[in-house]
Structures are given as structure tokens and as C-alpha cells.
């Protein structure tokens, strides 16, 4: 089992910046990649961006590209998903996911951290 526990969310105005932090815990040492998803109110949830846990490669959904950047620290074993020049449309839930395998579906999920962005 892994648990991941989000915070770093909150309310900021247009143009600000946050930075997310994903602490996981548990069977660290099985996890192969974590992600960052958010979930707007009415939408589904949407992948941001993921960063393999142990060579730290990172691929990013074209919403992500050029505004959010993410990261780890092993020695932590947190990631983080820095968010620059934020808009009103970024408001969502934001969760962090671990993968245990390359392959297939997110095996675990944090509780999520509500990010608002004000115009």
C-alpha cells in the first residue's frame, strides 16, 4: 500500500503561482511513476503531468506545458507540481496518483487539494 497526501493548494490571484507537494508514504521503494490530475466542478478528472520515481523523467498533457513543471525528492519522497502564471480555469481539485507498474491504470490516490484561482 502507498498513501499520498496532498497540500500546498489554496487562493490566488491570476498570474500567481503555487507549488503542490504530494508526501507519500508506505511501499515507496515499489512505485514506478507519480502523476498529477485535477478535477474541475462539472468535468472529469484530467491528467497534468507525471515524473517517473526512480530515473525522474517527466512527460507533461499540453495543458501543462510551459506554466507547470513537476518534480521529486526522493530524499523526501515528495513530488511537487510548481503552477506559474495560474488562470481563473485552473480552479480544480488537484490529486497526485502513484503507479506501482509502466503500465496500466493509477493504483493509489491522495484525498486531493482544492486550488482557486481569482480573476
Known amino acids: 500500500q502507498v498513501q499520498l497526501v496532498e497540500s500546498g493548494g489554496g487562493l490566488v490571484q491570476a498570474g500567481g503561482s503555487l507549488r503542490l507537494s504530494c508526501a507519500a508514504s508506505?511501499?515507496?521503494?515499489?512505485?514506478?511513476?507519480i502523476g498529477w490530475f485535477r478535477q474541475a466542478p462539472g468535468k472529469e478528472r484530467a491528467f497534468l503531468a507525471a515524473?517517473?520515481?526512480?530515473?525522474?523523467?517527466?512527460y507533461y498533457a499540453d495543458s501543462a506545458k510551459g506554466r507547470f513543471t513537476i518534480s521529486r525528492d526522493n530524499a523526501n519522497n515528495t513530488v511537487y507540481l510548481q503552477m506559474n502564471n495560474l488562470k481563473p480555469e485552473d480552479t480544480a481539485v488537484y490529486f497526485c496518483?502513484?503507479?506501482?507498474?509502466?503500465?496500466?491504470?493509477?493504483?493509489?490516490w491522495g484525498q486531493g487539494t482544492q486550488v482557486t484561482v481569482s480573476s
Open positions: 508506505g511501499r515507496i521503494f515499489s512505485m514506478h511513476t
Open positions: 515524473i517517473n520515481w526512480g530515473g525522474g523523467s517527466s
Open positions: 496518483a502513484a503507479k506501482m507498474r509502466r503500465w496500466g491504470s493509477y493504483d493509489y
